[in-house]
């Protein structure tokens, strides 16, 4: 990220994130999203055509079969959301800009059941 003086176009200076610090803000950023813990998730960054290019493998929550609620849609629809949101937040935290995302499900974790006392 370049920053540059206003109105007269010198450069002031350069910030570098480093690609372990951007391969764990993508993992926090996939496990969020997945609801699965950081440590789950890997992450490979990639160059797309000037861009980032982010692969992450990880498992994703989903309630047990016969829960009354399911989280925010199916499987294809969170993972499709995650993409969009990994995008939006490594831009926002990083000031990197993602160009292809590539979600590898590896499983799927249960949510515990809650108790009825």
Do not use: K
């Not at 629809?77 to 935290?93: G, K, P, S």
């Amino acid at each position: 990220m370049t920053s540059v003086a206003e109105g007269t176009g010198d450069l002031r200076g350069r910030n570098r994130v480093s690609e372990r610090a951007l391969r764990r803000v993508a993992s926090a950023i996939t496990a969020d999203a997945m609801g699965v813990s950081p440590r789950e998730v890997t992450v490979v960054l990639a160059d797309d055509e000037g861009l980032l290019g982010v692969s992450a493998q990880t498992p994703i929550r989903v309630r047990p079969l016969g829960a009354r609620q399911e989280p925010a849609g199916s499987v294809l629809t969170r993972a499709t959301t995650a993409q969009a949101t990994i995008r939006e937040r490594m831009l926002e935290l990083t000031g990197s800009e993602v160009g292809r995302v590539s979600i590898r499900l590896t499983s799927t974790t249960t949510s515990e059941r809650e108790r009825v006392l």
